[in-house]
């Protein structure tokens, strides 16, 4: 049961994430917190079912997204908190 919530939740959440960055819109930067989610969902169901390339993958991936959410969620706030008065 908990391989099934993992692959489907991993997959939801990153056609969420695809779409979210896709749009280009001011809620684009959110779509690396789905990847994040999806990466993360998608990990477990790699270690639990021994798909150990895809394990690889998804722990690369997590990394990319860890970057990303930095970059264009967190950063840009830190930002504005420290430069407006």
Do not use: D, H, Q
């Amino acid at each position: 049961m908990l391989v099934l919530f993992l692959e489907w939740s991993g997959t939801f959440t990153g056609i969420a994430g695809a779409l979210l960055v896709a749009s280009n819109t001011r809620y684009s930067p959110w779509g690396w917190l789905s990847f994040l989610i999806s990466s993360t969902c998608m990990a477990g169901f790699a270690g639990l079912t021994g798909a150990y390339g895809l394990l690889l993958l998804e722990c690369c991936f997590f990394l990319t997204n860890v970057l990303g959410l930095w970059r264009w969620l967190l950063l840009p706030y830190i930002e504005k908190r420290t430069t407006t008065p």
